[in-house]
């Protein structure tokens, strides 16, 4: 291992170096504009690093990769508009945090818990690899819906205080994530004759749209009452990262804890950062002794969701490395790159091509490293955003949604259901129904659906398997076990308030 490392930082030239250096700038950028994203950084890169030898292509590349993960964390705690769909759980508190006047603090303990997050997924990376893959084999259809039943579960654990208004805009969100072609059998549904439709409905184009457009027509609704942005901007000269070592410690169990959640669900194929990060902050809030703070700027959410969706990095790349089986949609692209260059990933990888395994390993710490960095020295300035009134940040930020969501696929349609769901969330804002769970449903609602299907059709319509498997008993075990602490709780505070 080790002379393998050594050979690989011999061939970190300076250019290289400044390769990666500039990829996770651009991946942040990406990742901080709403409608861009990882993935289309990763696409729009491609094409160039096919003349390039593997060295230079693989260090923009991890670039690309890592900063684009991180940059979502940006706009979702200045502007409650997740960057990416993997920061949508950082809104819940990091916004909150930046209303009380902490933005610099959310964004240090944003950015801290990334890197940690994705240092620790690079560390299991390099020493566990082929073994954690062993597990991903081990994840079939009854599986993969019990762990997307259980992310699931975290809409009514978002609802304790309304449970009614917040299970309706979940289920609301799943209904909306059956519009299209059905799963397995591809038969159209929900489509009203609309070919807009026909295709489904993009989780990107209903995430900008209920966050972003919805934001800037409750802007409009106000009348221009509001010329400035009325978010307390209290600390934006911020002392290094916002936070003591002190606080930061106290985080330790959840850090390790998401970073695990999040290496574990990122080798699996298909789930990705999103999913991570909603399991990882539930299950922070079930484990604290303050689970009424979450929602309102706790930092444990924050530090949960930001360390699970970059553990999900390096998750993401087992798989890929170790089986030649992508575990997301970034790493598919990655496949494509590596095989341009006459590299196959899977087991023989590491002992044919042992060079360029560990070159990727000493891409992504360094780029990892750039990012924390990167991300430091931009703090004050990202935190000074915040004082740009909203009449003039809500119509740039409006004009980079139109760009990011035309770029998803070059489709008019997509604008004008941005609008649609821009009026939703509008509604729903102004109706006390919360936007996350509504996502949430969109997001994990098809998968939950895709893979019961399966399931079922593996099993000839068979139920048994869902509680034989010991791995789909286990989450489903979780999730009603979850669902029914949350009802009792709530029963429990009702019960309590009626009685005084």
Known sequence: MLENFMTAILTLSPQNILLICGGVIIGLVFGAIPGLSTTMAVALFLPITFAMKMEPSISILMGLYIGGFSGGLISAILLNIPGTAASLMTCMD???????????????????SSFLGGAISIVALILIAPMLANIALKFGSFEYFSLTFFALSIIVTMSSKDMVKGTMSGLLGILVAMIGPAPVDTYPRFTFG??????????????IGIFAISEIFIMADKKGRETVNTVAVQNYKVKGL???????????FNVIRSAVIGILIGILPGIGGTLASIIS?????KASSHPEEFGKGAASGLVASETANNAAIGGAMIPLLALGIPGDAVTGLLLGAFTMKGVQPGPLMFTNDGKTIYYIFIAMIIANTVMLIANYFSIPAFVRLLRIPKRILFPVVGFLCVLGVYGLNSSTSDLVLMLVFGIIGFFMKKWGLKEQPFIIGILVGFMAEQNFRRAIM?????FLPFITSPISLLFLAAAFGSIGFTVYRSVKKMSLAVEE
């Open 94 to 112: 990091g916004h909150p945090m930046a209303r009380k006047g902490e933005a610099g603090k959310a964004l240090g303990l944003g950015i801290f």
């Open 242 to 252: 916002g936070f003591t070592f002190a606080e930061y410690w106290k985080e330790k």
């Open 281 to 285: 902050y539930n299950t922070a809030k």
């Open 194 to 207: 609309l070919p807009a439709l026909e295709s489904g409905i993009d989780s990107t184009v209903a995430l």
């Open 458 to 462: 593996y099993s000839s319509g068979s």
